[in-house]
């Protein structure tokens, strides 16, 4: 598939850049919540990480049925593939955090925000959308579009307008690495 091997590419120029800037990729940790995508110890409330592939991937089938929809296989194979803190990307419109699941149990978290989102969507009979990203503006998210595949820009409690890739691999293909600084 396209998106796992875009996405997987991103994240290994990521690693590399981070390396080659001699930064770490470093998040707030909580003890009580570890990941398998932590390194090392814990300290000062932080910890440092790697993206890891996810050994059994993240189940949407609830979401679905709660929601009488079928999510776009895009969105499930983007949440279904690593483990991590979420990655900073640089893209032609700026800065943004692709979100990643820091472990099994963030699993239900981003269930539930989904869930709340899609619900929102209705209520304001907008086209159902599914986000992946957030960006330096609290109010703009990066969201599949999940009767297309196609990715937008979104301001909250908008319908969706600005359209930035056919879909999801070829987003991935647009972004570059950076720090996550100002996000």
């Known amino acids: 598939m396209a998106l796992a091997s875009n996405y997987t590419d991103f994240i290994q120029q990521s690693v590399r850049w981070y390396q080659q800037q001699q930064l ?41 049925q709660a929601l009488e929809l079928t999510l776009h296989p895009d969105v499930k194979c983007f949440y279904q593939l690593y483990y991590g803190a ?46 992946f990203a957030t960006t330096e503006d609290d109010d703009i998210l990066l969201s599949v579009l999940n009767s297309t595949g196609e990715v937008f820009l979104e301001h909250v409690g908008q319908e969706v307008s600005e359209k930035l890739a056919d879909n999801l691999a070829g987003f991935m293909a647009q972004l570059s690495p950076c720090s996550a600084e100002g996000l």
Do not use: Y
Not at 33 to 46: F, R
């Open 24 to 64: 770490k990729l470093t998040t707030w940790a909580d003890p009580a919540s570890p990941s398998p995508c932590q390194v090392g110890e814990i300290s000062d409330n932080t910890v440092q990480w790697q993206p890891v592939l996810q050994q059994a991937p993240a189940d949407f089938l609830n979401v679905e």
């Open 86 to 131: 979420g990655l900073a990307a640089q893209h032609a419109r700026g800065k943004l955090m692709l979100l990643m699941l820091w472990n099994s149990d963030d699993v239900k978290r981003l269930q539930e925000n989904i869930i709340g989102h899609i619900i929102m969507k209705r209520r304001l009979k907008q086209r159902e959308t599914v986000f």
